[in-house]
């Protein structure tokens, strides 16, 4: 049961914030209930240009969508049919769908969307997911057709994507136009205000296609800072949040509260800039690094053993070929490559290349003390290896073109091919370590080009191989996602598989409920 101080904090609270005045307007509904978010800070939303984001689910819909099994479900779009001769796939859309602003939802948005996505003076890092795609032709107002030079079995996984309003974008900058700061789409929810800084403000849309969403406001509260979330969630400021894991022991028998224990395919690891000229001249040392990390220490220090040991980015995956070298924690084999590669060390234990100090820093995203802690025991670690190494917390964020390392996080909930295609490959559009290896290349194109799954199997089997070679990273461990709730909170699914982030828990966002409020 919700406390009288938190109920009393949560209302003053809400009657502060713009949105949410009195009463009672379709619109604003004062009156009804209303779920508080703990959110990271926005700066835009933009789905067609940035990839995360948990509000984008609540305010944008794609052609397709996932259910709680991660499967591949109709959108915006009811049917779909696929030709094999012409890579052809032609998408019937929904009857009376209309925007937020009450204009009808048509097939020119999409073939807006996807063109604008795939127009590399956007600098979309989605580009790579539709490169297949040759021809985009609408038919009529309801059927879109998409002709790709190429199969790719993930397509359908990709229309995933929120389609953007043609009438209000159509000649407007991509990248910085004000739409993505008052963004309008076809979502369960709809923007009613933005408080840069503070909050983003939504009201239930009454003319959502799957019905009426049941909470009738949803507050993501700016609270960059994952400590202050916790606090913030215990003085009933936020009803749910994503917790860290040492935060997250306070709620487990808190009464009150349930705390969801939730998988992700999300895992964290030492992205290497291979734009930086140390990495060029040092990449054949990586796999040395690698062998220096106890992964099992990190799960067990920074999550309190709620992960596990990662080795590859498809662990959470049906793909993942378990086979490949762990890099399990071993300072012998470590230590054989640095002197196969004539490295020596020093009277301090450290070694050296070249008469220098092997020595890096790597860098953590300030406000993300999950990742903060594992940039601080994983330079630890490698001190123990005998290099020297240093973990930063740069205060104006990560510097992706000047950086030496930083920690990294991505995920595979779905196809296998999202995060890996655009990830790893050459100058793809999410390959922000300049990592280049053309057995790589050739696996994920294989992979996504064969719908036969024994060929798809063995294509990723060997991409992971290739990449197990010659890393990209040091992976570290896949994360848990730790979701605290009032206990008033009805309708999450605890059990379907998270993306990076955490993301996907607001999948079934419209089922929920707040009892007692």
Known sequence: MKKAMSLLLALV?????????????????????????????YTRINPAMDEHGEI????????????????????????????????????????????????PFTADDVKFTIEAIMDPENGSENAPNYEDV????????QTVAFRLTEPNVAFLEYMTMGILPQHLLAGQDMQESDFFRSPVGTGPYKLKS???????????????????????????????????????????????ALLTPKDAQNFTDKEGYTCYDMKTSDYRGILFNFNNDYWTENKDIIPAICYGIDREAIVQAVLLGEGMPAYGPLQRNIYNDENVEHYDYNLEKSAEIFEAAGCTQDADGYWCRNGERISFTINATPGDQVRIDMAQIAAQQLREAGLDVKADVPAGGIDWAGQECCIIGWGSPFDADDHTYKVFGTDKGANYSGYSNTLVDEYLTQARQTEDENERKEAYAKFQEALAETPAYTFFCYIDALYAAENTIQGIDEDTVLGHHGVGIFWNICDWTIENQ
């Open 56 to 103: 984008n689910l609540l305010l944008f819909n794609g052609l397709t969508a996932h259910d709680g099994n991660d499967q591949i479900v109709p959108g915006l779009a009811e049917t779909w049919d696929y030709d094999e001769q012409t890579y052809t796939y032609t998408f019937h859309l929904r009857e009376g769908v209309k925007w937020h602003d009450g204009e």
């Open 13 to 41: 609270m809400v009657l502060s914030l713009a949105a949410c005045g009195s009463g009672g307007s379709a619109d604003d509904n004062s009156s009804g209930t209303t779920l508080v978010y703990g959110s990271a800070d």
């Open 194 to 240: 933005w408080d840069a800084g503070q909050s983003i403000v939504l009201v239930k849309n009454e003319d959502y296609y799957l019905g009426t969403p049941k909470i009738d406001r949803v507050i993501f509260k700016i609270v960059p800072d994952d400590n202050a979330q916790a606090v913030q969630l215990q003085s009933g400021e936020l009803d749910l």
């Open 134 to 141: 040759e021809e985009i032709t609408v038919i009529d107002a």
